[in-house]
T-cell receptor, first 117, second 115 residues
């Protein structure tokens, strides 16, 4: 099993350009997440998808859109990139821990390093 | 409101010394707690988790953490540091709120191991 895969690994954009970050998991997990990691700020949730067909905003959704294409794939789109979106982006997936739907262990992809000039 | 606080963004220990990384949480309901490790240029991987069973949780690579409800803490320890433990460590909390399940990461603690 590959786990969680992300493409591309690196990307450089100019301000105003658009791009889509791809994420796929092969663990049959229901929930998927997009985070950004910035120095001194830990991981901040951008969007998540609790199950196929649903998406919800996280802590920092502005400037991003997501698509849960199917159970395996969850993409993150930057419509008009800004320098403030320079970051490392991580995709993760998980199952629910219990009947309350509490998130269990999240499995992370290797990340995408994005630079916006 | 901050749900997870990691005290000390950088911790240095000598090889063979005790590792102690601090994590405090704020939650009005019993949370589930996690410690993740991130090696350079990699994603995060789970070290251990607390899910309301035993309060002392053992994880991989000799790490353990103790859930102390009275102190709202979940500190990570390892008796003897190894060079390979140098990494970034994140505490995370998963808890039910009015809006549903929420999952938060702390800001991370960078561990340096001095030979």
């Amino acid at each position: 099993n590959a786990g969680v895969t992300q493409t591309p690994k690196f990307q450089v954009l100019k301000t105003g350009q658009s791009m889509t970050l791809q994420c796929a998991q092969d663990m049959n997990h229901n929930s998927m997440y997009w985070y950004r990691q910035d120095p001194g700020m830990g991981l901040r949730l951008i969007y998540y998808s609790a199950s196929e067909g649903t998406t919800d905003k996280g802590e920092v959704p502005n400037g991003y859109n997501v698509s849960r294409l199917n159970k395996r794939e969850f993409s993150l789109r930057l419509e008009s990139a800004a320098p403030s979106q320079t970051s490392v982006y991580f995709c993760a997936s998980s199952e629910a821990l219990d009947s309350f739907g509490i998130t269990d262990t999240q499995y992370f992809g290797p990340g995408t390093r994005l630079t916006v000039l | 409101a901050q749900s997870v606080t990691q005290l000390g963004s950088h911790v240095s220990v000598s090889e063979g010394a005790l590792v102690l990384l601090r994590c405090n949480y704020s939650s009005s309901v019993p949370p589930y707690l996690f410690w993740y490790v991130q090696y350079p240029n990699q994603g995060l991987q789970l070290l251990l988790k607390y899910t309301s069973a035993a309060t002392l949780v053992k994880g991989i690579n000799g790490f353990e953490a103790e859930f102390k409800k009275s102190e709202t803490s979940f500190h990570l320890t390892k008796p003897s540091a190894h060079m390979s433990d140098a990494a970034e460590y994140f505490c995370a909390v998963s808890a039910l709120k009015n809006t549903g399940n929420q999952f938060y990461f702390g800001t991370g603690t960078s561990l340096t191991v001095i030979p």
